[in-house]
């Protein structure tokens, strides 16, 4: 509800109350005569990308594609085997203190043991990160962003062509197993994007992988 300018005059001190009975009396007079139209700023028009238009896409700012690629390679159980297990007061756990350096360099590894005939075809270290099958032994590899032994190095792209061919760097030898490439090669750019620059902003761990071993090459490894 509005009030009447001298009701509220009326419930004021008597100085203000002039004041406010004089700016009425003002405004009375200005209506009177009033003042040239000041002219209007032009409209301001958005312009609506038309539908079916492609949108430009802002890349992600660093912080979130760490944390999304942190999220992949969590959920993707790269630290499974990437990361050294150790014994723990309730088991096998991974060693966080290793986090994803790959087969310790300080773990010579003995002929892998033979298995009889029979459904079982691989054998594995305790630390989870040497692997014995057909393919010969494989180690896991460093994934921390150490530059002599592990992806400090590498280039987003090269990762990237890693991952997509199967193949190290995009063009030397086989990745082989337990590495899931026939899944992860389905990753998206942008999620690898993200689990690479995630692998980059981990502490580097200077750990050297032995290369791989080709069938029976362990056992004739071990008598040199």
Known sequence: MIRPVASIAATLPLAFAFAVLGLAGAGRAAAADPPAKTPL???VI????AAG???????APVVDRVLRG??????????DCHTPW???????????????SGHPQSLAMPPAPKLPAGPWGVVVSATNTAWAGPWGVSF????????????????AKQFADTMRTGKHLGAGREVLPPMPIPAYKHFNDADLDAIFAYLQAIPPVKNRVPVPLPPGGAASAAKK
Do not use: F, H
């Open 86 to 100: 150790k014994m723990g007061k309730n088991g096998p756990e991974p060693d966080a203190a290793r986090l994803l």
């Open 41 to 43: 700023p032009p409209p």
């Open 140 to 155: 896991t590899a460093n994934l921390t962003p150490d530059i002599e032994t592990g992806l400090g190095g590498w280039s």
């Open 46 to 49: 958005e312009r609506v990308p």
């Open 70 to 79: 942190q999220y992949l390679v969590n959920t993707g159980g790269c630290g």
């Open 53 to 59: 238009a492609a949108k430009a896409v802002t890349p």
